[in-house]
Every structure is written in structure tokens, then in C-alpha cells.
């Protein structure tokens, strides 16, 4: 028994069937009573993908992360489910992994789900055949980056000024007498490009000189903040303070920097990025960027349902960080 099925033996349309399951107000009682018999008689449960071709919609979302496992990419993704539920969307995650192929296929997988519309979280979701996935796509449903941007019809963005947030570092450490600053680059995101940029202009803007060690190119996680600290170290570079692109990163300097002997702020200030849990945890507690996940998440969630409902919604939304001071950094003489 299916909705067809249901629509012949009450002598109805499948469109009044649809309405008697989803919209019951709208169906005369006589009409409502004779289907919910059938209904009733067969103990019939609708199959969601029906029911989603007669009403245009699939009540689901899908949101696509490449790590869920990722601290950043976990809070993200479980404030979209959250207010998502609360708005009576069912969510469908997939987790990708990092290979582009990967990411597309589970793109066109949701497409063929007939969802709603796509959220992709994190700027790894940018190259130019993932833009080339996204543009084919968005021509059916509409999609949301989070903390990245693609330009195109039915494809918004929301993000953080990942640039400023670098830059407040910047600022920060110089009023407190730091003159000898390294970042360390731990990705080759959108993201990561602009935290490059907001270093290199928080430096130009306080009269600071960018030197071939100003900014390495390291792994993201604790192994990539260890190795830079051992060049560092290896190279002779003078430096007082160390920002990194990630509070993971920043930890596994703050780590090594302690096996050099080197007390933390006196000797050097680490700064972070995300604010996570790890930067609470961390000894001493890591001073870090708070780049907003969950407004983030909110924010894309409220982005996709506008649209969804027909209001003109902008196609980039920036949300701006804040510094939050701990005790990994200090003033220096």
C-alpha cells in the first residue's frame, strides 16, 4: 500500500492525500475522515520520499563536514542538527573525509535525496571542481558554506573575519611589548589564507618587518607546532611570541617551547585560534581567537530556512571574533 494506492480506494487525488497527512486543516472533514479510514484500514505509514515529491519538500537538510571527529567541525555540525530540530528538519550528516571526489560524491548523494538544501562545513570545501559541484547543484536547491565563500546563484556564505581575528592577535601582542612574532600556518583553507593575510597586515599596521620565519608552513595538530618551534630553535630565530592557526597547533608549541626550557608568558606568548575546549585544558590555558562556532552554526541554519521560505536573505554574512585573553600570554619587557 502506497499513496497511490490510498489516493484510489478513497477516491481522492494524491495531492489530498499529501494534505490530509501533512496539512490536515486544509481538507474538509468529510474528505479527512474518508482518507484517514484508508489510512487507518492498511495502518499506513507515508514513505517520506513520496510524501516529499507531492509537498516539494523532504523536511531534511544535509550538512557535510570532512571531520567529525574535529572539535570545530563537531560544534558546527551539532548546532545545525539542534536548531534545525527545533525548527522540525530532520538532518542527514556526512562525513567526507578530505579527498575532493569524496566531498562531491556525497554532495550529489543528498542531491539525489531530494533534501531540502545543503549546508558544507569549513572552507575545505573550495577548490575549483568542488565550485564547479556546488554551482551544478545549487540550480535545485540552495547551499550554505560555512566559513567559506563560492559566488553563484542559490549559494550563500557565512563567515568569520578570520583576517581581523589574526590581526587582534597582532595588535594585542605589540601593546604588550612584542616585537619578535611568528605565525604559523597549519592549513591552505579560504580561511587559512585569510589568517595569513590578517598577520601580514597586523604587522605592516604596528611597523613590524615580515622576515622568511615570520610565517612557516606547518601540519595542523600538535606534531605541526612541535616541528615549528624545532626549526625555530635549530635556525637561531629570535622570537617572542608565536600565534597559530589553530589552538591544536598552538598547543604543540606550547609543548616543545616547555622542553627548550622556556617558561610560558614569561619567556613566550602562544595565542590560538577557535576558542575550543583544548585551549581551556591546555597548561598554562592558551589565550586564543574566539571565531563564534556557534553563532556560526545559528547563523547558517537561519540563512538556509529564510531562503527556504522565500525571504531575500544576502549572499555573504561576516561574523567578527574576539580575543580571548588567558594566561599563555603576557607582557615582555
Known amino acids: 500500500m502506497n499513496i ?12 489530498t492525500v499529501s494534505r490530509v497527512l501533512n496539512d490536515p486543516s486544509r481538507v474538509s472533514e468529510k474528505t479527512r475522515k474518508k482518507v484517514e479510514e484508508v489510512l487507518a484500514k492498511y495502518d499506513y505509514t507515508p514513505n517520506a520520499i513520496a510524501r516529499g515529491l507531492v509537498v516539494k519538500s523532504m523536511n531534511t537538510i544535509g550538512v557535510l563536514t570532512i571531520d567529525i571527529r574535529d572539535t570545530y567541525y563537531a560544534n558546527v555540525a551539532y548546532t545545525i542538527e539542534h536548531e534545525f530540530s527545533k525548527l522540525g528538519y530532520n538532518v542527514i550528516l556526512c562525513n567526507t573525509g578530505g579527498d575532493t571526489e569524496e566531498k562531491i560524491r556525497y554532495m550529489r548523494i543528498l542531491a539525489e535525496k531530494k533534501v531540502d538544501g545543503l549546508i558544507l562545513v569549513g572552507s575545505v570545501f573550495k577548490d575549483k571542481r568542488i565550485d564547479k559541484a556546488i554551482s551544478a547543484l545549487s540550480q535545485s536547491m540552495p547551499i550554505v558554506i560555512v566559513n567559506g565563500f563560492a559566488e553563484g546563484v542559490n549559494t550563500y556564505s557565512i563567515i568569520c573575519d578570520d583576517s581581523y581575528g589574526v590581526s587582534l592577535c597582532v595588535d594585542y601582542l605589540f601593546k604588550n611589548g612584542h616585537r619578535d612574532m611568528i605565525y604559523l600556518q597549519d592549513a591552505d583553507t579560504f580561511s587559512a589564507q585569510s589568517k595569513v593575510q590578517g598577520f601580514k597586515a597586523g ?5 613590524l618587518q615580515l622576515n622568511a620565519n615570520s610565517i612557516l608552513k606547518v601540519e595542523r595538530g600538535l606534531e605541526g607546532g612541535s616541528q615549528a618551534i624545532q626549526s625555530l630553535m635549530n635556525t637561531g630565530t629570535p622570537f617572542t611570541a608565536i600565534i597559530a ?8 608549541a606550547m609543548k616543545k617551547l616547555r622542553e627548550y626550557g622556556q617558561k610560558l608568558p614569561e619567556d613566550v606568548s602562544v595565542i590560538g585560534f577557535n576558542n575550543s575546549i583544548i585551549a581551556k585544558c591546555s597548561d598554562p590555558d592558551l589565550t586564543s581567537v574566539d571565531n563564534k562556532m556557534e553563532n556560526m552554526g545559528i547563523g547558517a541554519v537561519r540563512i538556509l530556512s529564510d531562503v527556504l521560505e522565500g525571504r531575500n536573505v544576502p549572499s555573504k554574512t561576516v561574523i567578527t571574533p574576539d580575543l580571548v585573553i588567558r594566561k599563555s600570554t603576557g607582557g615582555k619587557a
Not at 497511490?4 to 495531492?15: F, L, R
Not at 592557526?245 to 604543540?252: C, H, K, L, S, Y
Open 245 to 252: 592557526g589553530e589552538d591544536i597547533t598552538a598547543v604543540g
Open 203 to 207: 604587522m605592516e599596521k604596528n611597523g
Open 4 to 15: 497511490y494506492d490510498v489516493a484510489q480506494e478513497a477516491g481522492v487525488s494524491i495531492a
